[in-house]
T-cell receptor, first 111, second 115 residues
Framework: KAGVTQTPRYLIKTRGQQVTLSCSPISGHRSVSWYQQTPGQGLQFLFEYFSETQRNKGNFPGRFSGRQFSNSRSEMNVSTLELGDSALYLC??????????FGQGTRLTVV | GQQLNQSPQSMFIQEGEDVSMNCTSSSIFNTWLWYKQDPGEGPVLLIALYKAGELTSNGRLTAQFGITRKDSFLNISASIPSDVGIYFCAGQRLGSGAGSYQLTFGKGTKLSVIP
């Protein structure tokens, strides 16, 4: 069974640009969650999608958004990038509680 | 956002030694999970705990769900060089956001194993 796939693995963007990251969950998993990981703040919850609906959201500005498609694949978008958005963005796929499996992440660098 | 209190922050141990780390919270969680993360990779799920008092093993790893539901412990026995990495605890609280699977993480324990 294939794991969680995140693309791209690495991205370099300039301040003010926008970026879209993609996540393909494990087959059959309808929940996709996104997390931001930085050295200072650790792993912080961004939002969760379940059956194409956002069912929970963390404490991040509106520049961070996401969506989920009917095949459960999810994208997250960050607009008007700031230097502080540089981080490892992780996607987690879940079938049930306690079963959150992560992808390898997308390393975003904002210059 | 809220984070769990995980300790110690880092550990240097000799190969073959046992390791213990723990996680505490001011609030209750329904599920506790432990992850290991290698540099440049995503966290890998090691153990999931579902009820207070539960003790679960995965090879040389043993984790316990505290009876207060506010803490959890991870033990690694007879450490080997490939145990090196960062270990994270995570709590899951059902009922937040319509059944959300949101995880709250500790800041991690960085483990170094000296051969």
């Amino acid at each position: 069974k294939a794991g969680v796939t995140q693309t791209p693995r690495y991205l370099i963007k300039t301040r003010g640009q926008q970026v879209t990251l993609s996540c393909s969950p494990i087959s059959g998993h309808r929940s996709v969650s996104w997390y931001q990981q930085t050295p200072g703040q650790g792993l912080q919850f961004l939002f969760e999608y379940f059956s194409e609906t956002q069912r929970n959201k963390g404490n991040f500005p509106g520049r961070f958004s996401g969506r989920q498609f009917s095949n459960s694949r999810s994208e997250m978008n960050v607009s008007t990038l700031e230097l502080g958005d540089s981080a490892l963005y992780l996607c987690a796929s879940s079938l049930d509680r306690g079963q959150a499996f992560f992808g390898q992440g997308t390393r975003l660098t904002v210059v | 956002g809220q984070q769990l209190n995980q300790s110690p922050q880092s550990m240097f141990i000799q190969e073959g030694e046992d390791v213990s780390m723990n996680c505490t919270s001011s609030s209750i969680f329904n599920t506790w999970l432990w992850y290991k993360q290698d540099p440049g990779e995503g966290p890998v799920l090691l153990i999931a705990l579902y009820k207070a008092g539960e003790l679960t093993s995965n090879g040389r790893l043993t984790a316990q769900f505290g009876i207060t539901r506010k803490d959890s412990f991870l033990n690694i026995s007879a450490s080997i060089p490939s145990d090196v990495g960062i270990y994270f605890c995570a709590g899951q609280r059902l009922g937040s956001g319509a059944g959300s699977y949101q995880l709250t993480f500790g800041k991690g324990t960085k483990l170094s194993v000296i051969p």
